[in-house]
Each structure stands twice: as C-alpha cells, then as structure tokens.
C-alpha cells in the first residue's frame, strides 16, 4: 500500500514548483498558471488527509469540492482582469505595470 | 513493490514533469500544455486516492475549461511576442525564487517525513470513497457554504463579463 506520506511529498514538490513559477515568471498568465498548480498540491493535501485520516468523514474531499468551484471562478475573473489590463497597457507582464508605484 | 506503488510512481513522475515543464518551458504555449498534463497527471493521484468523482470533475473543469481558456487569453494578450518579453518569460529574481521555492520544499518533505501519521490515526490502507455517502454529506451538512459557492460562481461569471467586454467608444 502506499504510504500517505508519498502524496504528501507529491504535493509539497508541486506547491513549491508553483512557488518558484510565481516568483520567476513576468507574464500574469504564466503566474496565474502556477497558482494552479498551488492549487493542485493543496487539493491532493486535502484528499489525501480525508482517506488516510478521517475516512468516516469528508470534510477534505467537500473542501476539495469548493477548491475546485473557487479556481475556476478565479480563474474566470483573473484573466478578465489581464484582458482588461492588457487592453489598457498593451502589456500583460506584471514588472511593467506599475502604474501604483510613484 | 506492489502494482499501486508502481501506477503512483509513474503519475507522479507526470505530475512533476508536468509541473517542471509549466515553471521552466520557455515557450508560453508549451507551458500551457505542460499544465494540461500536470493537470491529467493530478487527476491519476485523485483516483489512487480512490476519489474518482474529483478526479472526473478535475478533468472536465481544468483539463477542459481553465486550459482552454488560458490558451484563450494567452492568444489575446500575445504573451509570446510583446516586444519587451521578447523570449524571456522569467525575471531578474529567478535564483531567489529557486532559494525561496527550495526552502519551503526542504521544511515541507521534512515536516511530512517526520511526523509519526500512524500516531495521528492514519490508516494504512486507502479507504474507498462511498459517493452515496459524500453526496448526501455535500447537500446536507454542507448545503448552506454549497449555495454561497454557485453565488460566487455567479458573481464572478458577472464580474468576468463586465470587466472583460468592450465598451462604446473604446
């Protein structure tokens, strides 16, 4: 059987390779992409805690449930946002909009 | 080594490549492929995890609907060929996002490899997922955050279209 530290390191692997792609990358849409995979890893976390330690209960997979519907209302608003900003700035790397920046 | 360790070495060997391809590629679009197979690979770990129904509904709404319309968006913006991207998708700050993405990696393998799970009730086998159970679960006790979820979808499909469509005179 497989241990539930396996899916542990799975996900710990994939959150930090999301950690790296939002900090390394300029374009909004690459760092919103790595935010899925954050994402991801925090879904399998989820799951995993729901099988291995509350088997009688569902609390981790409902919460996955609601991760799911919350990415993808995310992800929806976001890249209206970056169309938006795009349209406005004719750039949709995050370094050169800085409009807030003095 | 036993058939399951074996299928879940191979997904999560595609889970990472995946994942590599989507923060490394140095292309926009290639990424974005990477993250469909990431994706896919992710919904392999749910139905080892044995909860085929997130793994069905993974599939359909990431590998389907946020990939497309990523690809969508990253037609729109040009993210390949704004003049100042021009082929260098990463920032001066990568070697500090490699320190900080290793750190939280090291604490986090650490943490999970030196807690003692079997003290905490983790059992040994996966428990397979009863749906029966996990739907009456969804729309009994979780019926009132479930009703708040689909009015967040729906402001936010609201919020989406408003921001994103073209106005008169623009």
Known sequence: MIPIQHFLVLSSILFSLGIYGVLARRSAVLILMSVELMLQAVSVNFIAFAVYLSPEQFTGLIFAIFVITIAAAEVGLALAIILRIYRNKATANV??????KW | MS?????FYFVAALTVLGALGVVLARNAVHSALFLILALLAVAGVFILLSAEFLAIVQVLIYGGAVTILILFVMMLTRVRDTPSAAGELDGPQRPFAALAAGAFLAISVLAALATDWEALGA???INPVPFEELGEALFRNWAAPFEVASLVLLVALIGAIVLARHEEGE
Request: glycine share 0%; charged share 50%; aromatic share 8%.
């Open chain 2, 123 to 125: 059992t040994e086998e």
């Open chain 1, 95 to 100: 370094d050169e909009v800085d409009m807030l």
């Open chain 2, 3 to 7: 058939y399951e360790e074996v299928i």
